[in-house]
């Protein structure tokens, strides 16, 4: 067993199944695009462990507290982790996260929103460690997104070719 | 002729001039910065043929069908292609598409926003095909955008040097 | 003494003190995330000399101008300088600046926001100069940032290894 499925196992988290969108709805990007030693990863939203988009829906500060939206985001890294295990084969190909990019939908005035990103960064840096799970961070504030959701991130990470 | 601009011309497509923009506006970056085999794309809204802001101007949502934002965004696209053929000569030294990152100026609530930057993602793809059009994207919901522009695309190709 | 640093010297201007944060804030992630020849710089917000978030806060359109947006975006590019400057232990080691993403709190239809940025723009190139310090760019309009801060910009450098 790989290092971080290891970790994930002793954390008791599951990695989930592909985003299942509703009919209808097409999207003609990839989930990861991998090229030389750069893996991009495409705004996740957060998924249940059958991939169906995670509840609650709705805006942080409204629909959802800001414990709720650091859940959600740490939902969202489970997605990012999970899609690049199916295009890498192993999480343990990752040798440095690089840049992640963070979206809150938010009541407005909510300024505190850039911390619900904090639920991806914590689960991040407690799996892959401080060194290699580092990276640099924009958040922004929003009033949609997808379907509802309450976060999107988007990440690049470096890997092993 | 190029490939891509064969394939341009079959697709019955023309690359505007570059962005006309209204008196007094300065823009002290690139709209391409090129370093080694990577060219990173500034933001860049629709423009006509002739590079001047193209119309319809508005949210999507509002004065701009989800159609017509589709339409936009494939606009969007032509200027990008014509902002990298002005910087690399030719667009066959586009080897790989990496991410894009899209803005879909909506009304609040137009949670279906970033299926409106399929007007783009579809035109790279039939033109540089799944392989080497693939990319990773993000897509933010705004409630402005200059001059009133509908979309805005950031993108990041790799190129052979 | 560096080349940058001359130049700031010669300008006037003071690298600021890393960023205060009100009690209770914490940030799980690096300032500038360094990997290779790219160091990646998260979203800074502008602040004062002594690292204390700068004056006026709000919203361009509203309580600041145009002018003290484009004065806050320059506060901002200082304390990126200074974050930069902190990791890579010499300015002088910047070899080009690539991709620069700003943020601008402005009012509903406040369609000029993307000028504030300019601040920030303006003010690498004259440090660097045209070629060095060229980049590309995107700017988006927001509701909300960081303590009701007016601006906030990320940012992607190549560095002499």
Redesign the interface.
């Known amino acids: 067993m790989s290092e971080i499925d290891a970790k994930l196992q002793a954390m008791g988290l599951v990695l989930p199944a592909p985003p299942k969108l509703p009919p209808g709805?097409?999207?003609?990007?990839?989930?990861?695009?991998v090229?030389g030693n750069?893996a991009?990863?495409?705004?996740h939203i957060p998924v249940q462990p059958d991939g169906a988009i995670a509840k609650p829906l709705g805006k942080v500060g409204a629909e959802l507290t800001e414990e709720q939206g650091y859940q959600a985001a740490r939902l969202a890294g489970l997605a990012i982790l999970a899609s690049l295990q199916r295009e890498l084969g192993d999480l343990d190909r990752i040798t440095?996260?690089?840049?992640?990019?963070g979206?809150v939908n938010?009541t407005?005035?909510?300024?505190?929103?850039?911390?619900v990103i904090?639920g991806f960064?914590?689960l991040i840096?407690e799996l892959f460690g401080a060194e290699r799970g580092?990276?640099?961070?924009?958040?922004?504030?929003?009033?949609?997104?997808?379907?509802?959701a309450p976060v999107?991130i988007?990440a690049?990470v470096?890997i092993q070719t």
């Open positions: 709805v097409v999207l003609p990007f990839s989930w990861v695009r090229r750069r991009l990863v495409s705004g440095a996260w690089l840049r992640v990019f979206q938010a407005t005035g909510f300024d505190r929103y850039a911390l904090n960064s914590d840096i580092g990276h640099a961070r924009s958040v922004v504030h929003t009033s949609a997104l997808p379907f509802g999107e988007e690049e470096e």
